[in-house]
């Protein structure tokens, strides 16, 4: 099993910036993408960005030159460093360990959520 906790979340002002964290602890050792995903009210959950054990990143367009995604594989944690941050970012933010191969999604983690709000 493994256990998702995140941090970081909040209110800021239009323009600023947030960094969330997400640590991971149990049985890491398959999980292959991490990544970061986002539901607004009324919305679906969205991909924001994730990152392979490779390094390779993928980002939303609409957060791209924005945001950046990083991995700390020692401390089985991500980061979500977010910029520029707009009031269309507020949304709870989710945390995502998966096993993924050859497009099939093996495991699949999920964090609590934590909340972003981006006030005008």
């Known amino acids: 099993q493994v256990q998702l906790v995140e941090s970081g979340g909040g209110l800021v002002q239009t323009g600023g910036s947030l960094r969330l964290s997400c640590a991971a602890s149990?049985?890491?050792?398959?999980?292959?993408?991490m990544g970061w995903y986002r539901q607004a009210p009324g919305k679906q959950r969205e991909l924001v960005a994730d990152?392979?054990?490779?390094?390779?990143?993928k980002y939303a367009d609409s957060v791209k030159g924005r945001f950046t995604i990083s991995r700390d594989n020692a401390k089985n944690t991500v980061y979500l460093q977010m910029n520029s941050l707009k009031p269309e970012d507020t949304a709870v933010y989710y945390c995502?360990?998966?096993?993924?191969?050859?497009?099939?999604?093996?495991?699949?983690?999920w964090g609590q959520g934590t909340q972003v709000t981006v006030s005008s």
């Open positions: 995502n360990f998966k096993k993924k191969e050859g497009g099939f999604v093996f495991y699949d983690y």
């Open positions: 149990g049985n890491t050792l398959s999980l292959n993408f």
């Open positions: 990152i392979s054990s490779g390094g390779s990143t």
